[in-house]
């Protein structure tokens, strides 16, 4: 069993950043990839980005590429997802999530956290 916790959302304006964290508890957090996913209101779950267990392998949404970063310190069983140039279509419930392997679908994941909301407004 893996516990994720999500952490660092809130209000923001266009073209500010945040950065969101998600720390584990449980399971061997190291051993898991880890992903982020988002819903915004009325649409379904989408995949944001996801980085490996040992951290060494990314991807990300076309959506997020070159804005937003993944990454993991695995000392500290956390993850995080830093997020730059944000725009009002990235507001959304942003989740995490932990994988026995790297996946961009959220049926691969068996662990999730409860999401934490980001909003982008003037």
């Known amino acids: 069993q893996v516990q994720l916790v999500e952490s660092g959302g809130g209000l923001v304006q266009p073209g500010g950043s945040l950065r969101l964290s998600c720390a584990a508890s449980?399971?061997?957090?190291?051993?898991?990839?880890m992903g982020w996913f988002r819903q915004a209101p009325g649409k379904d779950r989408e995949f944001v980005a996801v980085i490996s267990a040992s951290g060494g392998s990314t991807f990300y949404a076309d959506s997020v590429k070159g804005r937003f970063t993944i990454s993991r310190v695995n000392a500290k069983n956390t993850g995080y997802l830093q997020m730059n140039s944000l725009k009002p279509e990235d507001t959304a419930v942003y989740y995490c999530?932990?994988?026995?392997?790297?996946?961009?679908?959220?049926?691969?994941?068996?662990?999730w956290g409860q999401g934490t909301q980001v909003t982008v407004s003037a």
């Open positions: 999530a932990a994988s026995g392997s790297v996946s961009v679908w959220s049926a691969g994941y068996g662990y």
């Open positions: 449980g399971r061997t957090f190291r051993n898991y990839a």
